[in-house]
């Protein structure tokens, strides 16, 4: 008898054991709810902000996406309707749109999340989408002569004008930095600029012979000389900006502008290219 109450375990510490891992269970449990209580609050809060119908900066960064997109479709399934010299016009119209379009599904998000102008985000799809819009001077004038020396120096120019944008917008402030930065950025699209309405990207139109490439290269022309304006007034936004100073403006008031002139721009650029395929292939046809 006394052997088996020596051998029976001790009820009481095993009951204190059992109820430490349980009492630690509980307070892991409690943290764990905590923490997605508290992610579902920040959903909650991004989902209400995504539907407040006073949201119009979020509300374009989601039709810039979808109509960019959109575009993009449109351009890669009309590649075939077209003669094969016009192809890779419009497989870059495509990819210029359907990067924007991917940026602008991130930019939206980041927006939401953030409250904040996309900056960085902003320049990463430039960098990318601005030289393939001057590769597409290249392709139309192609026919007429044009040398591959034109498209690298209007690569440059464009990466040029995007780079030092960027130094002067995000990788310092004051109005001194800003203005100096603003100034070597704005030589390569005056470069641009010249090329397509007096240099050789005008010439080389001229001499085409083709009525079509005329008319397409000088609306792109206006694009690039009106549509491309929005962005240096964006810039001035930023800290020390000029208008940030004279009228307190900053880069949340342009957000809006960014996201409608670049949908017009993108796509329009691509809808050109296409209408002087598309009436070239239908002249060729007849």
Known sequence: MLN??????????????EM??????????????????????DIANNLNHAVDPTNYVSFTFFI?????????VFFFFERSRVADKWKMSLLVSGLITMIAAFH????????????????????VDWILTVPLMCVEFYLLTKL????????????????????????GEALGSGTSHSVTWGVISTLG?????????????????????????KKGVRALAWFVLVGWAIYPIGYMCMEGGWLNLALNW??????????????INKIGFGLVVYNIAYTETQKELA
């Open 4 to 17: 088996t109450i020596l051998l029976q375990p001790d009820s009481t510490a095993v009951d204190t054991t």
């Open 20 to 41: 430490a891992d349980i009492s630690g269970g509980l307070s892991t449990m409690s943290g764990t709810l905590e923490a997605i209580s508290a992610q579902v609050g």
């Open 64 to 72: 810039g996406y979808m109509a960019m997109l959109a575009a993009s």
């Open 250 to 263: 900053g880069p949340e008031n342009v957000d809006l502008w960014y996201n409608i002139a670049d949908a």
């Open 144 to 167: 007429a002569g044009a040398k591959k020396s034109l498209l690298w120096k209007l690569i440059a120019a464009s990466t040029w004008m995007l780079v030092a944008g960027y130094i």
């Open 104 to 123: 602008y599904y991130y930019m939206r998000d980041y927006h939401l999340a953030t409250g904040q102008s996309p900056t960085f985000f902003r320049y």
């Open 189 to 213: 699209y005056l470069y641009i600029l010249h090329s397509v309405w007096l240099g050789e990207v005008a010439q080389l139109a001229q001499s085409s012979g083709v009525e079509s490439v």
